[in-house]
């Protein structure tokens, strides 16, 4: 008869008793805004550092088709295989260029000199011609020509 079912009054004794287990739902909140604001505030942190840029010691890339190179002379005279051109009669050559093939990787070498300004005007000039791959072309630390590692993105 002890083992029988409970009376009213040790149930009443039963929903007095502090809970002994964490509610960790609060816990699992605060942590997920705590993801969201570090996910959200991460990007933002970058900062830009002064840089020479020039050298690398990245190795070659291999690619599936010869990327055609628009080089900005020392004068901050656009070319393209050993055509010069002006900032405006560029685009036209480079449109046409987009037209036979968009997908085709444009890399933009600028010589040392050029402000880099310049070489950012002709990176816009690509990107507006259609190109969505474009990448700069900077000297190995053993003198050659280095690939980049992958196509910049979008010319902007």
Same mark, same amino acid.
């Given at each position: 008869?002890?083992?029988?079912?409970?009376?009213?009054?040790?149930?009443?004794?039963?929903?007095?008793?502090?809970?002994?287990?964490?509610?960790?739902?609060?816990?699992?909140?605060?942590?997920?805004?705590?993801l969201?604001?570090?996910?959200?505030?991460?990007?933002?942190?970058?900062? @830009?550092v002064?840089? &020479?840029?020039?050298? /690398?010691?990245?190795?070659?890339?291999? *690619? +599936?088709?010869?990327?055609?190179?628009?080089?900005?002379?020392?004068?901050?005279?656009?070319?393209?295989?050993?055509?010069?051109?002006?900032?405006?009669?560029?685009?036209?050559?480079?449109?046409?260029?987009?037209?036979?093939?968009?997908?085709?990787?444009?890399?933009?070498?600028?010589d040392?000199?050029?402000?880099?300004?310049?070489?950012?005007?002709?990176? @816009?000039?690509v990107? &507006?011609?259609?190109f /969505?791959?474009?990448?700069?072309?900077a *000297? +190995?630390?053993?003198?050659?020509?280095?690939?980049?590692?992958?196509?910049?993105?979008?010319?902007?």
């Amino acid at each position: 008869m002890a083992m029988g079912s409970l009376r009213a009054s040790d149930e009443d004794e039963l929903d007095d008793m502090p809970m002994s287990e964490i509610n960790v739902t609060p816990m699992v909140d605060v942590m997920l805004v705590l993801l969201i604001i570090f996910m959200v505030a991460a990007p933002l942190m970058t900062t @830009g550092v002064p840089v &020479q840029l020039p050298k /690398t010691s990245a190795p070659k890339v291999a *690619q +599936s088709k010869k990327p055609q190179e628009v080089t900005v002379d020392k004068d901050g005279k656009p070319s393209i295989a050993k055509e010069v051109f002006t900032m405006e009669s560029i685009v036209p050559r480079l449109r046409e260029m987009a037209a036979a093939d968009k997908d085709q990787v444009i890399l933009v070498r600028g010589d040392r000199d050029v402000p880099y300004g310049k070489v950012m005007e002709v990176m @816009g000039l690509v990107g &507006q011609a259609g190109f /969505t791959k474009v990448s700069l072309i900077a *000297q +190995s630390s053993g003198g050659a020509a280095a690939s980049p590692a992958a196509p910049a993105g979008t010319a902007r």
